[in-house]
């Protein structure tokens, strides 16, 4: 029983570029989260998606930044025009269902580096 | 502003003394208390989790204590080996519409022989 799965696990990009991070969700979850982490930080919230559908993408930054669950297929975070700041950890997690005392199972991350 | 505030950021202990975690917040609504555990280029792993229906919840080495007039939490690990050493997240979930954890700042852990 395969856990969350993300690629690339590193990624290096030159400014101005762009980033794609794909996350494969836990066999059975169609809730999933993407956090960032920056260094020496905990994990900020970005944006939780179910199937096709945002649900609350309120740590997202506004421009440059998307996030996407299509019917099939893996989530997609899209980083367009990167620049030097966007350089961290990215994680995803999923669940099986929403609410408060569900449990978030993490991936391992892809460390995205900006040139 | 920091809803979940961590510490101590760093700790070093004996292999087999007790390494103690503190949480703290300030959000009422919260009911749900997971601890992670992250190993260098790793993800961060689910270690133990409490609601705030207990006041405390032990597993294994690891036991929460939770304190909820005081709005405290804490990850005890008793018996500390060398390969707990790693960085430890307190989080906290269940704000009124809201899905996300709200993560500490960590706390690396180091248990020498």
């Known amino acids: 029983n395969a856990g969350v799965m993300q690629n690339p696990r590193h990624l290096v990009r030159r400014r101005g570029q762009e980033a794609r991070l794909r996350c494969s969700p836990m066999k059975g979850h169609s809730h999933v989260y993407w956090y960032r982490q920056l260094p020496e930080e905990g994990l900020k919230f970005m944006v939780y998606?179910?199937?096709?559908?945002?649900?609350?993408e309120s740590g997202m930054p506004k421009e440059r930044f998307s996030a996407e669950f299509p019917k099939e297929g893996p989530s997609i975070l899209r980083i367009q025009q990167v620049v030097r700041g966007d350089s961290a950890a990215y994680f995803c997690?999923?669940?099986?269902?929403?609410?408060?005392?569900?449990?978030?199972?993490f991936g391992p991350g892809t460390r995205l580096l900006v040139l | 502003q920091q809803q979940v505030k961590q510490s101590p950021q760093s700790l070093i202990v004996q292999k087999g003394g007790i390494s103690i975690i503190n949480c703290a917040y300030e959000?009422?609504?919260?009911?749900?208390f997971p601890w992670y555990q992250q190993f260098p280029g790793k993800g961060p792993a689910l270690l133990i989790a409490?609601?705030?229906?207990?006041s405390e919840k032990k597993e294994g080495r690891f036991t929460i204590s939770f304190n909820k007039s005081a709005k405290q939490f804490s990850l005890h690990i008793m018996d500390s080996q060398p390969g707990d050493s790693a960085t430890y997240f307190c989080?906290?979930?269940?704000?009124?519409?809201?899905?996300?954890?709200?993560f500490g700042t960590g706390t690396r852990l180091t248990v020498i022989p």
């Open positions: 997690a999923s669940s099986p269902r929403a609410g408060s005392q569900e449990t978030q199972y």
């Open positions: 409490i609601r705030p229906d207990v």
């Open positions: 959000n009422t609504a919260f009911d749900y």
């Open positions: 989080a906290a979930k269940g704000q009124t519409g809201a899905n996300n954890l709200f």
């Open positions: 998606l179910q199937k096709e559908n945002i649900i609350d």
